[in-house]
């Protein structure tokens, strides 16, 4: 068997106006599809990140995926050392073995530990929108809160923070503290907007409300600084995101949770990896989602189904995407769980109609990269990037 054919497909899609730390969410978002066809029909679907950097990426490994056998992933992995780069290459190759074989992907992975998968929903603050009108106080975060936790059962929260002065954030989860009760389990992502001072003093009047911390400060220093004065864990997916960046993070203790993207690892074996060393070092796991379609969330499915050591619920943005490729439509949520599938490969049937009319309004939007910084000057002209920004 040998791969014939990669095709790589941008695509992009609605977005609302979600808040963070940087600014605002464009109006679309954008993702770059990998379909892989071998010489005896097979199609394997993987997804990553969007804009003219993964496509250019990508491209640049065609003549190397192009003619590859697709079990020969370790030898795809030495050619193609770009983690990001390979992740997709890897989940289209692993959808593309599991339909050869009439097996799952978790299956190709070791097995499946846990199914349901549980998720922790995303909130975020955001501008006023047709969907879902405006959401800018603690108050109007209780009720998004209460619409996701009515709609989708979910048992985790996670609040994208460093986008109101922090005492209003402290607010909005006393609120919503009060609002669910202790069953629930809360969490807040300033994506390191605070100073170290800030950090501290916000993570301590939370203390007790929190299952985690997120990235409340930048850089594994700034995260050290912060877990010494605090007991409350802290979460990251910014500062320890590479293997390289483990031996550093344990010396200076700076997290006590990393967040898997096997996106950014390097696919869905290095994911298992990435926790086993986790393990190793008493670190917890849970599971980064960003703006995606159903291809990733497929792929994050089987690695939470296979990865043995995930300690936490897995973050999710789907509730916020209007429209999935995914023949049939967005895959359910049900109790805050999410069903691994369970046919060959990645289980998924992509609408292909659907990548076309995404792949076309990736054409028409005029969007290449990502820019929420200075797309929030549409709200105010004057909004400069700052870290720290309190």
Known sequence: MKIVEMQILPVAFPDPPLRNSTGCHEPFALRTLVRLKTDDGFVGWGETYGGIGPQEGLEATRHLVEGADPFGLENLRRLIPEP?????????????????????????????????????????YHFDCPQYGECLTPEAMVVQAKRLVRDHGFHALKLKGGVLPPDAEIETLRLMAAEFGPDFRLRHDPNAIWSVETSIRVTNALEGTLEYMEDPTWGLDGMAAVHAAVRTPLSTNMCLVAFDHFPEGIRLQSVDVVLSDHHFWGGLRATQEMARICETWGLGVSMHSNSHLGVSLAAMLHSAASTRHLTYACDTHYVWLEEDILAGGKLPFVDGHMAVPTGPGLGISVDEDAVARMNEAYGKCGLTTRGDAEYMKKYIPDWQPLRPRW
């Not at 593309?96 to 929903?121: C, H, S, T, W």
């Open 84 to 124: 990001r780069t390979y992740s997709p290459i890897e989940v289209a190759c692993l959808d593309i073995m599991g339909q050869a074989l009439g097996q799952p992907v978790y299956n190709l992975l070791g097995g499946k530990l846990r199914d349901p998968v549980e998720f922790a929903a995303y909130l975020f």
